[in-house]
């Protein structure tokens, strides 16, 4: 199991636990990452393993997603760096 550490708006840092495997982010229930915050939309993210990063791909979400501070636009890798719901 990895940890995923996202800042959200309205409750600061959280930590996340999922599986080695490709996770869908967001609020509603059917995501592996269920985010219960009025900031991320129902279908937010994906996670995916990519060799010692993982993939992350906003799914065109209203706020956005930023890693290290900085929007992203396009799928990009991270690694322990985490990102940050928009806004």
Do not use: H, W
């Amino acid at each position: 199991m990895s940890n995923l550490i996202l800042t959200i708006e309205a409750q600061g840092k959280v930590a996340y636990e999922f599986a080695e495997r490709s996770s869908t982010i967001g609020r509603a229930p059917d995501n592996r990452i269920i985010i219960d915050d009025p900031s991320v939309s129902n279908r937010y993210a994906m996670l995916e393993p990519s060799g010692k990063e993982y993939r992350l791909k906003d799914f065109e979400s209203t706020n956005g997603i930023k890693v290290s501070g900085v929007p992203i636009t396009t799928p990009c890798c991270i690694s322990k760096t985490g990102f940050d719901s928009g806004q």
